[in-house]
């Protein structure tokens, strides 16, 4: 079956710092991927999305890069600000058009002035 | 810009209770989807629903079920709450696969 593994958090940073969360993946076919955020006390909200190999997904300063032949989704952000501190999600969906997605467990990220 | 509400932020009910939690989402997607989320197991799929009237087990579809009787609304019941259903329960809809719009969600304690 599918699943997504994210590196443990908590990730804390001093604002302008190079973010890294790394997230790999296992799953059958091609899937598309994504990286949510969860700000406090709010839902998730998609906040970028790759559909195929060495596609680039990006917004708001974050980026990631759909890397098959690592199974991997690294997320990026070259200079982080305090507002960027929530937590962020990793999923993939089949391909396929099926609706299920997987999500990550999270990593929460905090950063400081 | 997509709006999924949630009847409740917070919400306390006693063990053996009936529990209704509703959802409205206002972009008429086909795809709504009913999750719990806890510390350090991420978001689980409880059950979704494609269509009016139609719905899927998740992954953790016991001691819940669902009903959606319009495309917009999509609500999770809980027949006889438990301890062990205290939680943040999220709702989100969709269109396209995996771009998921979720509500604020509602925490839920059962005493």
């Known amino acids: 079956g599918n699943s997504v593994t994210q590196m443990e958090g908590p990730v804390t940073l001093s604002e302008e710092a190079f973010l890294t969360i790394n997230c790999t993946y296992t799953a059958t076919g091609y899937p598309s991927l994504f990286w949510y955020v969860q700000y406090p006390g709010e839902g998730l909200q998609l906040l970028l999305k790759?559909?195929?190999?060495?596609d680039k997904g990006s917004n708001k300063g974050f980026e990631a890069t759909y890397r098959k032949e690592t199974t991997s989704f690294h997320l990026e952000k070259g200079s982080v600000q305090v507002s960027d501190s929530a937590v962020y999600f990793c999923a993939l969906v089949n391909s396929g058009g099926y609706q299920k997605v997987t999500f990550g467990t999270g990593t929460k990220l905090q950063v400081i002035p | 810009d997509v709006k999924v509400t949630q009847s409740s932020r917070y919400l306390v009910k006693r063990t053996g209770e009936k529990v209704f939690l509703e959802c409205v989402q206002d972009m008429d997607h086909e795809n709504m989807f009913w999750y719990r989320q806890d510390p350090g197991l991420g978001l689980r799929l409880i059950y979704f629903s494609y269509d009016v009237k139609m719905k899927e087990k998740g992954d953790i579809p016991e001691g819940y079920s669902v009903s959606r009787e319009k495309k917009e609304r999509f609500s999770l019941i809980l027949e006889s709450a438990s301890t062990n259903q205290t939680s943040m329960y999220l709702c989100a809809s969709s269109e396209l696969a995996g771009e998921q719009y979720f509500g604020p969600g509602t925490r839920l304690t059962v005493t």
């Open positions: 790759a559909t195929k190999a060495d």
